[in-house]
């Protein structure tokens, strides 16, 4: 199979056809005095998880933060809404029961429902907060959904209400296939399958013989089908379930469909592939990596498939070939962002790359691109530049970014930050390491910094003063702020130690902010010399924080929060982010312009308004927890190590563990009786794989799961 994609971005935007594509992407924010762009090739970034194509022209996918994308002529424009209906659920699936009337369901219960064939959606009561997985219609205003809890719940009225059906035993479902308006199949955890004769009013066992997560099903009929689930189980049955017979694949599978009888394509649960079969399911071949995960044909020829990334793929010839959509700009994790003026930046990443843009981000073009290693910061001013990151990387640039060169810091340790005032350069890292040079990085000295705690972010107030951020992830008392004022040769702990991590600070004029975990954030007034730790009133994790002129700053959070001031910290904006990936840096590039950087290569542009008319007040700093919480591990990405914290409102039984992507428990860390407050737990990935995992924590009826990535 082949696969058409443009790897260089000024060829790309030279051809009129993605031209269209792309550049009539509109995006609906539900902040007025906000607008939000992709920056990435004009392709949004979040995770497209299933799709549906209603005829060859009209083509509905939906994902991560309720982002719902659809095209009308075939995939040549496409419109996309974020937060459909005030909603910023994970849309598992989406189905149609006629050209007009479709439903989409997800996280927290989420139903969306739409009458105008996808052009505007209405959020309906599904009374529970479950995570919906999938979804059917079954003819005469009838649906049914799934959902992780082991209930099904039913429409007898098209969607405008729904009832739940308790089937029995403790399953968590993760697919659905209804073959007429009576037969149907449900696969799911611990080898679950229950088959219905009656429209989803009652559910019999009919489960094979594997205890591995089952992911989905496909039947041809009421007595012929398969199932496939974690570890390549793959089942086949001719009688309608009562029996099984157990095939070899050739990898696990993920999402299945059929463009005639015997042949079908399948998605990859583990790999990014897509795989065809030629009789009926029997056996499966790879055609090529396509990193989608749900596809959907119109016809024989025409079909569609979404996926990571904002991955959109269509084939017009059977499956034979493929176009690829996605966004030509490709990164495990934007670390950082640097602009000299408002045309002029760089943005760094964890897989060797470095982009630069002339144009203040519509387009980009690479300038380093080794393919390995991770650069955690960038540094330009005038014409020069620096770049730190793992193994002691340090490169500089005195063409504005167009070229680097590589410099020698002797050292191995990993830098995290790296920063400049005329000749002086700063770079900072792991176990207290601070390295200066007076030559703008000819020779490097390392300097005492009275720490072995993690430094992770420089400013400079001026030629003399600077200050350093940093501490130890997740342990209480775990921050601290370093201050010089003789040019980065001696050290001062100001605040001694901090509550949390800090993991930026920002300087402008004699105000400093320094951002840290669960909305907690640090305010100077005095050039650094006194802090005052205030709380943003939510309790996300910060990352990145810039600060402009009139009072403007603006925080990225690890969540895909984003929120702005304009009085220099005192009250702070949601900005309604379009987008759930972890946003770890943010820039300037003009008064009301920033650019906020991430992980799946999330490049977003915010235009504020000059003007604020929402007024949030911080909150006290009250650290004692009112709910349970589940934080973001850190660091993450990791290798091998990371912390993970939570917070208990009350004394009882707590588990807390590890999934793969297929749903296999790799750890248990933690189960048994914990006390309420704040607890923190490490976990060594050592032998495991690169690629994303899942960690679950459980407490009474509390139930929370995040998703974290081992990078080796």
Known sequence: MAFTRNEDMNALLSKSKLIILFGLLHLNNLNAQSTWRWLNGGVQSNTLVAVKALDT?????????????????????????FRVAGTESYLADVAFSDSKRGIAVGQYGTILLTTDAGESWALQSSRTQSFLSALAYLGNQTWITTSYEGIFYRSTDDGSSWNAVTPGGTYSFNAL???????????????????????????????????????????????????????????QTTNGGATWISHNVIAPLWKVTFINAQVGFATGATNSSLYQTKDSGETWNWIGSGNAISLSFANEKTGF????????????????????????????????????????????????????????????????????????????KDSAGFVAGGAGTILSTTNQGVDWAIQNGGTANNLNGINFHD????????????????????????IQS?????????????????????????????????????????????????????NRVAVYKNVAVAVSLRGIIYVSTDYGRTWTPKSLGIQDDLYGITLGSKGNGIICT???????????????????????????????????????????????????????????????LNLTPKQYRLNQNYPNPFNPSTVISYELQTNGIVTLE????????????????????????????SGLSSGIYFYRLTAGNFVKTKKLMLIR
Request: charged share 15%; proline share 1%.
């Open 177 to 235: 296939q209804f073959v007429t308006a009576n037969v149907g199949f449900a696969v799911g955890s611990s080898g679950a399958i229950l088959k219905t004769t009656d429209g989803g009013l009652t559910w019999q066992d009919r489960s094979a013989s594997t205890s591995y997560a089952l992911r989905g099903a496909f039947f041809f009929n009421p007595d012929t089908g398969f199932v496939w689930g974690d570890m390549g189980v793959y089942f």
């Open 450 to 502: 009275g720490t072995t705690w993690s430094l992770q972010s420089i400013a400079m107030v001026d030629g003399d003063t600077m200050i350093i951020v940093g501490g130890e992830p997740y342990v209480d008392k775990g921050g601290l702020i370093l201050r010089s004022t003789d040019k980065g040769i001696s050290w001062t702990n100001i605040l001694g130690v901090t509550t949390f991590i800090i």
């Open 658 to 685: 590890i999934y793969d992507m297929l749903g296999r428990r790799i750890a248990t860390l933690v189960s048994e009786r914990e006390d309420a407050g704040i607890h923190s737990v490490t976990f060594n990935a």
């Open 57 to 81: 022209n009209i083509v509905i996918a939906v994902g991560d933060v309720s982002t719902i994308m659809k095209t009308a002529d075939g995939g040549n424009h496409w419109t996309a809404e």
């Open 558 to 620: 690890g969540s895909g929060g984003v929120y702005s001031t304009s009085d220099t910290g005192k009250s702070w904006i949601d900005e309604k982010s379009v987008t759930a990936s972890w946003l770890y840096s943010v820039c300037y590039l003009k008064s009301n312009t920033t650019i906020t950087v991430g992980l799946y290569s999330t490049i977003l542009q915010l235009i504020t308004s000059t003007s604020t008319t929402v007024n949030q007040s911080l909150s006290s």
């Open 305 to 380: 498939g979404v996926g990571g990334a904002g991955t959109i793929i269509r084939t017009q010839d059977s499956g034979e070939t493929w176009q690829s959509y996605s966004s030509p700009i490709q990164s495990t994790f934007f670390r950082d962002i640097s602009f000299i003026d408002s045309t002029t930046g760089v943005v760094t990443g964890w897989d060797g790359k470095i982009l630069r843009t002339t144009n203040g981000g519509a387009s980009w073009d690479s300038r380093w691109n080794a393919g390995y290693g991770y650069f955690n910061s960038v540094a330009l």
């Open 423 to 446: 000749s002086t350069v700063l770079a900072v890292g792991d176990s207290g390491l601070i390295l200066r040079s007076t030559n703008m990085g000819l020779s490097w000295t390392p």
